[in-house]
């Protein structure tokens, strides 16, 4: 239908909190299907609220979003909350029902999906990250890491056309941090990460948006951006202490 | 982080009261109720009746008898209550130990007493073998309120983070030196407790964002099939049958 579109076009994004605070100030922004790529800035740069535009939750103060060539509008909400899966911070907030099972379910099920079909998807979808003998659990069963695993097979139940997930990283320990980033290296669809953990972005993302003061201050290869000290002080980004970037992106 | 979950009231087990689809539980109890309210008090031998019946479920659904004893405290203001009436009551007084007590007090004390027993027992039995969960589907099934019951699945799926979360901020008082000796302290917890309400109210906030990032229009979708069986009517069906068989017995002798 719309193959030929990028999956995310953002244009000249302005948003205004009720109160007044202006968090966006005109966001640019292309993501090529296929593409995974990462969303840096300090805090209070805008990321969340431009994240929360991607499938309408905020809408526009003024430009626009487009997600594979369908601009989000009040009359495309649904489809676009189809092709936009949100994985959010705590994921006590996206497991509200009472089994994995369940929780699973909600979003094929919103989209109309019964019986085998259902089935179906609830179980590729768990099996995708690797947590399909928990189906059966309540969430709050599950650790901290689980419960993210989880909330990534809510959205990828929804067969979405991009995946978005803001900060998946934080919390996590080491090893359940390695996990997720597999579990997101195998997949095949558009993913646009929001994250402070840069060489986790390192990892996954070949291409970076550094996002400042609610404009897009910097976008390109993240090896190249991460390089660039005058760059990220610039932007209150640091590299871990220790950490140097490989010089030749692997 | 949540610190772990129990619903010690169900009971696991794997009998036929277990097995019974939770919307014709629901609807046998409360069936239940309405017959042994029906009853007329002065009957005495119905309510044992009744009582037998309660037993009968308790036996097959392998329920032990301390476990619903324990679980009846709940019942203790209305004992309490039909402790007073008779004291306080008026009409014909009889002498008991001593104690001038009022005859229809008497026999209202008794119909209080015994109709909340029966029910009390009787919803024990059916919490003790419906898991929480079984319980909503069961009663959106029956076509209770949608929104009654979603609030209810809401609060059954975040007390345990509530719980913690109110656990961690007595930790936070209790680790700065706070100690609740006498009500001087109750500003303090008061002021937790409003924390607590925001900070559940901002969770609700987002929890409501995450639904309808996927795709919630204001109806929960049914996915779990619970339906009922002809058969399992017909099995849930027999406790209120006789109760009002009983109930009608009691109604035709004098
Ligand atoms: N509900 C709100 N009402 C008013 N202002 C808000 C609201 N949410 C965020 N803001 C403001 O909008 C700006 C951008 O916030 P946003 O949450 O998008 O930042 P962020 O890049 O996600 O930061 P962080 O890295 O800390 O998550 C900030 O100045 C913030 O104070
Ligand atoms: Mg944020």
């Not at chain 1, 003998?133 to 990828?156: C, W």
């Not at chain 1, 997720?180 to 195998?186: P, Q």
């Not at chain 2, 302290?185 to 924390?195: E, N």
Request: with cysteine; charged share 20%.
């Amino acid at each position: 239908m719309t193959s030929g579109s990028p999956s995310l076009t953002v244009s000249r994004l302005a948003y205004a909190y009720p109160d007044g605070t202006q968090a966006l100030y005109g966001v640019d922004l292309t993501i090529e299907r296929g593409e995974r790529v990462a969303l840096l800035g300090p805090n209070g740069a805008g990321k969340t609220t431009l994240v929360m535009h991607l499938n309408g939750i905020l809408t526009a103060g003024h430009g626009t979003v487009e997600v594979a060539g369908l601009a989000v509008r009040a009359d495309t909400l649904r489809e676009i909350r189809r092709r936009v899966g949100l994985v959010f911070q705590d994921p006590d907030d996206q497991l509200f029902m009472p089994t994995v099972r369940e929780d699973v379910a909600f979003g094929p099920a919103n989209l109309g999906l019964r019986g085998a079909e259902l089935d179906r998807r609830v179980h590729d979808a768990l099996e995708r990250v690797g947590m399909l003998d928990a189906i059966d659990r309540p969430p709050h069963h599950l650790s901290f890491g689980q419960r993210r695993r989880v909330a990534v097979a809510t959205v990828l139940a929804m067969e979405p056309e991009i995946l978005v997930l803001d900060e998946p990283s934080s919390n996590l320990d080491p090893a359940s941090r390695r996990e997720l980033a597999e579990i997101l290296k195998s997949l095949d669809v558009t993913v646009l990460m929001v994250t402070h953990d840069l060489p986790y972005a390192l990892e996954l993302c070949e291409r970076s948006l550094i996002m400042s003061e609610g404009v897009i201050a910097a976008d390109g290869p993240t090896h190249a951006l991460l390089a660039d000290e005058r760059l990220l002080a610039a932007h209150r980004l640091e590299l871990p202490y220790g950490f140097a970037v490989p010089a030749q992106p692997g | 982080m949540s610190a772990g979950h129990h619903h010690p009231i169900y009971r696991p087990a794997d009998t036929p009261v277990h097995r019974l689809p939770p919307q014709c539980k629901l609807a046998a109890v409360v069936a239940f109720a309405v017959f042994v309210v029906a009853t007329p008090r002065e009957r005495v031998w119905a309510f044992a009746l009744d009582a037998l019946l309660l037993a009968a479920v308790a036996v097959a659904a392998r329920v032990p008898a301390g476990a619903i004893v324990r679980r009846m405290v709940i019942e203790v203001p209305f004992v309490l209550f039909a402790v007073a009436i008779p004291l306080i009551g008026t009409g014909e007084r009889i002498q008991v130990l001593g104690l001038s007590l009022s005859a229809p007090g008497l026999w209202a004390a008794w119909n209080i007493l015994a109709k909340a027993t029966l029910g009390v027992v009787a919803s024990i039995l059916l919490a003790a073998t419906t898991e929480p969960r079984m319980m909503l589907l069961g009663a959106e099934r029956l076509r209770l309120p949608r929104l009654l019951v979603q609030i209810a699945t809401f609060m059954l799926r975040y007390l345990d983070v509530i719980l913690d979360q109110m656990r961690r901020m007595r930790i936070a008082r209790e680790s700065r030196g706070f100690v609740a000796r006498d009500l001087r302290q109750a500003p303090v917890l008061a002021k937790s407790a409003g924390a607590l309400f925001i900070r559940s109210y901002e969770r609700g906030e987002r929890v409501h964002l995450a639904m309808l990032s996927r795709g919630y229009t204001g109806e929960m979708p049914t996915i779990r099939d619970i339906s009922a069986t002809g058969r399992d009517w017909a099995v849930a069906g027999m406790l209120p049958c006789l109760a009002a068989v009983t109930a009608l017995l009691a109604w035709s002798t004098t």
